[in-house]
């Protein structure tokens, strides 16, 4: 797992810096942040990506770790037992369409809201 320091830097800078070591480093990254919204921020930004991602405080630093993209597969493994409910839930995964009605993503910032979407 590769180290990202982003300690004393505005958001999304966190955000973007981290996003692009998971491009670079698809297997992990531990992403250092110095606050609770950069933390919430990348944590989100992880998430989306389909990946699994925690955290933990050192000091007054947060440790954001987020491992590699979650297999839909063994993601559902822990929810269901039988072979072909697996297939129909993944199927009905599969089909999911989202309407995005706007330019930017949440509320607040609208500079990262745009560079989230």
Request: aromatic share 4%; charged share 30%.
């Amino acid at each position: 797992m590769v180290k990202i320091d982003n300690r004393k830097l505005n958001c999304p800078e966190p955000v973007i810096r981290t996003r692009q070591a998971l491009d670079e480093h698809p297997e992990g990254v531990i992403s250092i942040v110095d606050n609770e919204t950069a933390r919430e921020n990348v944590l989100r930004c992880a998430r989306a990506r389909g990946c699994a991602a925690r955290w933990e405080q050192q000091g007054g630093d947060f440790y954001v770790y987020i491992t590699g993209p979650v297999a839909l597969d063994a993601a559902l493994d822990d929810r269901h037992e039988n072979s072909g409910e697996r297939a129909a839930s993944r199927e009905r995964l599969q089909d999911q369409v989202f309407l995005i009605t706007a330019d930017q993503l949440g509320r607040g910032s609208e500079e990262l809201g745009s560079l989230l979407m």
